[in-house]
């Protein structure tokens, strides 16, 4: 974890400037925008959200669940069953991946690839327990995750006001112009990659975030969560990603997010929902699927494997992870071979 000795620069005064917003973009590998989400939208989606966190058992009997008061007793997290359970629920609500299709955010993207925009079918939320800093997202790209092509953006915005001791991002400017995915290793965390920091260099930055801030990135821009290091507070979050018409998208961003390691799919997901607008709508278009480079992930297991070989606790807990949630799986069976020959 590499802490944060400056601010983003705020690019609101360019708001109206594409070719500007661009220049920024294409020097810093981000936008800051102040205010950019409506934040009465924002509100509603987290009453949303909250409220399955609330019934999910996840926050304190009694308490608003707009508060986001988190039972720390309920702790999980990606990877776990109990996270899941309550995540494909969220996953579920129409209102959700609307969110990801708010003509605001959609407009800022097609001011920075100069054209029509795609939003990604495939919606992410971040549900981060506090008290739980050794599972905070660590340094990466995003690229190792949704692929496709390199010039693909991710939108991050907290659902409610996110200070920096909630967990917001912070990344290093300008670390995407290396034009290349860096080496990731296995960690705890979401998507379970990370860089090692003497292989960076340069000035960690991030903000404090009011409800509505967004910051906008591309996909080799390197990246980490700051920990929840409040004392009771859900960290929630929008994590969703765009790209331009004409450039190729990767098969797993066409997936519910977390569907590859859960039982669920589409028709799950649009089961309650009143309108059909949003239902498959990418399959209108003639894109360019790719398929997935399972390289990335599978250097992450390779060495949790053989971290836990050598005893390595976080290892050993990602592996039983992963044999809990698909014990027939082929990944799983190796991973009991190797966790009974270290007792």
């Not at 594409?18 to 987290?46: N, V």
């Not at 599972?135 to 939108?155: A, L, N, R, W």
Request: net charge negative; hydrophobic share 35%; glycine share 8%.
């Amino acid at each position: 974890m590499s802490q944060p000795s400056g601010e983003f620069r705020t690019s609101n005064d360019a708001f109206d400037d594409p070719a500007e917003l661009r220049r920024r973009i294409e020097e810093e590998g981000y936008l800051f925008i102040k205010g950019l989400q409506d934040k009465d939208k924002l509100m509603s989606l987290r009453k949303d959200m909250l409220t399955v966190m609330m019934a999910g058992g996840w926050l304190v009997e009694g308490t608003d669940p707009v508060d986001g008061i988190a039972d720390v007793s309920k702790r999980c997290t990606e990877g776990d069953i109990e996270y899941t359970d309550v995540y494909r629920v969220i996953q579920s609500l129409e209102s959700f991946h609307e969110s990801g299709h708010w003509p605001e955010v959609v407009s800022m993207i097609e001011k920075i690839v100069d054209g029509p925009v795609l939003p990604h079918p495939q919606k992410i939320a971040r549900l981060w327990f506090p008290k739980y800093t050794d599972h905070t997202t660590p340094i990466h790209q995003d690229f190792v995750h949704f692929q496709g092509s390199f010039d693909t953006y991710t939108c991050w915005a907290p659902v409610g006001d996110c200070p920096m001791e909630l967990g917001s991002l912070a990344l290093i400017p300008g670390s995407h112009k290396i034009d290349k995915v860096v080496d990731h290793h296995f960690s705890l965390g979401a998507g379970a990659l990370a860089i090692y920091t003497e292989d960076l260099s340069g000035e960690w930055l991030s903000n404090d975030f009011e409800i509505g801030d967004s910051l906008i990135f591309h996909s080799l821009t390197v990246h980490q969560a700051l920990p929840n290091v409040t004392e009771d507070r859900m960290r929630v979050s929008l994590d969703n990603r765009y790209q331009a018409f004409g450039i190729p998208i990767a098969e797993q961003m066409l997936t519910p997010h977390l569907s590859n390691i859960a039982n669920f799919g589409w028709e799950e997901i649009y089961a309650d929902w009143e309108s059909d607008e949003l239902k498959y709508y990418w399959k209108e278009y003639d894109l360019e699927v790719l398929k997935k480079i399972e390289t990335f992930g599978e250097i992450g297991f390779n060495e949790a494997m053989e971290l836990a070989k050598s005893g390595d606790p976080n290892a050993t807990l990602h592996l039983k992870r992963m044999i809990r949630r698909d014990p027939e799986g082929e990944r799983s069976v190796r991973a009991v071979e190797v966790l009974a020959g270290i007792g």
